[in-house]
């Protein structure tokens, strides 16, 4: 379980590491529009449709801090859940899916030793299609006292980039940031054999936060 002794700052909202690629033109853009707005019209046309830009790109790239959720393996992810299945070797897939309208800052779902981050080169099939499994992926394997668990960061249509945070054998604390996917997107998390899910297909989840096993 992660360490709980400092509180954590309630409200508190910060922006996502590897935002800066899209953060920056935009608000560039947005702030030299809004500059020179007063004095043409012609930019004040133009302010309206870089600010809003960049405010989606500012909620987009949000990064809240949380109260951390109790439980053996909490969500990874922001979403909803899309899919649960067994697998042949006795672990059990969970599958979220994230909409561009979610945080897509990933979470540790239990505290270890990150045993391997593979990036897989692959296509940009829209997350929500069965496809996407052979999109851009990152390929996480955590050693945890539960046992080997594997996470996988699934890129969609438009995004094409996944941004580790942390890198092979370094220890994580459960709810700890560990990467970012930019825009639309999925990540699957297996349980491994003996451990059971405690969520069902349309739920809601909270990365750090939302139980996945069931006691």
Not at 195 to 214: H, N
Request: hydrophobic letters at 40%; a positive charge; aromatic letters at 6%.
């Amino acid at each position: 379980m992660p360490h709980r002794s400092s509180p954590v700052p309630r409200g508190r909202v910060r922006l996502a590491r590897g935002a800066s690629p899209w953060l920056l033109p935009t608000v560039t853009a947005a702030a030299v529009s809004l500059a020179k707005a007063r004095r043409s019209p012609r930019w004040a046309a133009a302010a309206v449709p870089t600010t809003a830009l960049a405010a989606g790109m500012l909620w987009f790239f949000r990064d809240p801090e949380r109260e951390l959720g109790q439980g053996r393996v909490i969500s990874p992810a922001d979403g909803v859940v899309q899919s649960i299945m067994p697998w042949e070797d006795g672990r059990t897939r969970v599958a979220i899916f994230m909409s561009p309208l979610n945080v897509h800052v990933n979470r540790a779902p239990v505290a270890g030793t990150v045993a391997s981050v593979e990036h897989i080169p692959g296509g940009y099939v829209p997350a929500f299609n069965k496809e996407s499994e052979h999109n851009e992926r990152v390929v996480w394997r955590f050693d945890s006292e539960l046992g080997d668990f594997e996470m996988i960061q699934i890129a969609g249509a438009v995004a094409r980039r996944i941004v580790p945070y942390v890198p092979q054998g370094c220890k994580v604390e459960q709810g700890e940031r560990i990467g970012l996917i930019r825009f639309g997107s999925r990540v699957d998390l297996y349980l491994p054999q003996g451990i059971e899910p405690d969520v069902r297909v349309g739920q809601v989840t909270t990365a750090g936060v939302t139980r996945l096993d069931r006691d």
